[in-house]
């Protein structure tokens, strides 16, 4: 079987590719919007680019060809709150993905708590084990104009810890107990964790 990603006949790309690139973290974004309201939803093209400065990327898609409410509000105060789902938010983290009226809070809907940030205007939420305060670098447009996606760059300006996560300064993934996105409506635990030392060296 093979699937031109251009042509791909009766398979849905978006779809298959998140089938197949799994299990990805979730990024579970609030923000605040110019009319002083807050919103959370759930986006799982996210991850970590660089360490020095802490960078994160995420991609936000279109609904019905326009910008969703989160990448609206991130261009307006070009910042954001990436809050870290666990299994006891899995419920609550999908709640906020509804498709809502523009300025509905989510955060409240979703019975959470909206908690004010150290360095940016967009909340944290409180129930999350771990909050990262996020300041835009960049925004790129990709894509098709509706059917596409917007880029987001971010440095990571602060970083909230529950302090029961902290062990020899480290987080363990056991504690921190992210819940993992799959493809369609199916998602992972962190039940199964094993380790294994690199014993093969790279010499360059």
Known sequence: MKVDPKNPGHF????????????RPIAWISTIGPDGLYNAAPYSAFTRVCAHPFI????????????????RNIEFTNDFVINVVNDELARAMVQTS???PYGTDE??????TAEVSDKVKSPRISESPASLECKVEKIIELGHP??????????VVMIHLKDELLKDNIVRPEDLKPLGRLGG??????????????RFKSYR
């Open 12 to 23: 849905n790309i978006y779809v298959l590719g998140g089938c197949l690139i799994v299990p």
């Open 56 to 71: 994160v990327a995420v991609s936000i898609g279109r609904r019905r060809g326009k910008k969703k409410d989160t990448i």
């Open 98 to 100: 509804a498709d809502y």
């Open 107 to 112: 955060i409240k809907k979703a019975g959470l």
């Open 146 to 155: 509706e059917r596409g996606t917007t880029l987001v760059l971010a440095e």
């Open 185 to 198: 409506d199916c998602y992972c635990h962190m039940n199964a964790i094993f380790e294994m030392k690199n």
